[in-house]
């Protein structure tokens, strides 16, 4: 209900406003392996407040580093041209996808894309280099493509922190 109702004040009733609510059902299932990262974090420390905070910094962290990798690979390419923003932002689709954290939490952009796009193309839009403005890119990578990538990472990664969840559980009652 919060996605929807920030949704429609930000953007008023668009054509797509059903996609909210379903994005926002995404986003929170995609929040799981934060979620039980945090979980162990707290067994670990016997902390619920330390476990929230380093499961965030966890989360934070794997963003940053994902980011900062492919940021370096983009400055030795030489970023002034456009198709090395285009191959940045693949990579970045591509390997956030790998980790279940970030693909918990891209989710939700990734299935509105698949859902909107069906299997075209993605545009993408960037900041007006020397302008104001956006400018729009399109990826070659296709939602649809990437979707079972996302699923796969999520569903693996959720059952892993659940398993070494319920294992830390047992230990500790033992």
Not at 63 to 81: P, Q
Not at 143 to 151: I, K, S
């Amino acid at each position: 209900m919060t996605v929807l109702i920030s949704s429609v004040i930000l953007g008023g009733w668009q054509r797509d406003w059903w996609l909210a609510p379903l994005t926002g059902v995404i986003l929170g299932i995609g929040l799981y392996p934060v979620i039980l990262t945090s979980s162990i974090l707290g067994i670990i420390t016997r902390s619920s407040i330390a476990g929230m905070i380093l499961g965030a910094a966890v989360y934070l962290v794997t963003g940053m580093a994902v980011s900062f990798g492919l940021s370096i690979i983009l400055l030795i390419e030489g970023f002034t041209n456009i198709e090395a923003w285009i191959d940045f932002l693949e990579k970045e689709i591509i390997v956030s996808g790998t980790i279940p954290y970030l693909a918990g939490t891209n989710l939700p952009s990734i299935v509105y894309y698949a859902i909107t796009l069906g299997n075209s193309f993605t545009p993408i839009p960037l900041p007006a280099v020397g302008a104001s403005g956006q400018v729009t890119v399109t990826l070659e990578l296709k939602p649809l493509e990437v979707l079972p990538l996302y699923l796969a990472s999520l569903a693996v990664g959720t059952l892993a922190l659940a398993a070494a969840n319920l294992a830390m559980i047992r230990r500790i009652e033992v």
